[in-house]
């Protein structure tokens, strides 16, 4: 990093070397210190990616999870977890899905018509040319 700021250029270090799919660099073994080089004797497991299904439930709780912050942050959750005034937390919820489908509808919406506007005024500016 200084080297960089000082010649606006760096050499390459030789001793660190990338692994094979992922975004991780390892020391090269001729260079590793006896503590690395008995962590590289383990065992070494990789374990599966998680189905899909478990994505879509974890992204539920989690969007559950931020709506229930919201409804403590504006006060209307009692301190022990229960909503005040007998609110319905489900019914709150749906709610709160629904109104985000339709926000991100329209903006899909907008973003169409807009990619659409571009498209017809690349078109008059190639009529104009050719004109």
Request: proline fraction near 4%; aromatic fraction near 8%; glycine fraction near 6%.
């Amino acid at each position: 990093m200084i080297e960089y700021r000082a010649t606006g250029g760096y050499t390459p270090n030789n001793r660190f070397v990338k692994l094979s799919d992922v975004n991780v660099w390892v020391r090269q073994e001729q260079y590793r210190n006896d503590l690395e080089k008995e962590i590289c004797a383990y065992d070494k497991v990789i374990f599966p990616k998680r189905p899909p299904s478990m994505d879509e439930a974890f992204a539920l709780r989690e969007q559950r999870s931020l709506f229930r912050r919201k409804l403590r942050l504006k006060g209307l959750e009692n301190p022990d977890g229960t909503l005040k005034n007998g609110l319905d937390f489900e019914l709150l919820f749906r709610e709160d899905q629904e109104k985000k489908k339709m926000k991100d509808n329209d903006e899909t919406k907008i973003l169409d018509e807009n990619s659409r506007g571009d498209e017809e005024d690349e078109m008059g500016i190639s009529a104009m040319v050719a004109i």
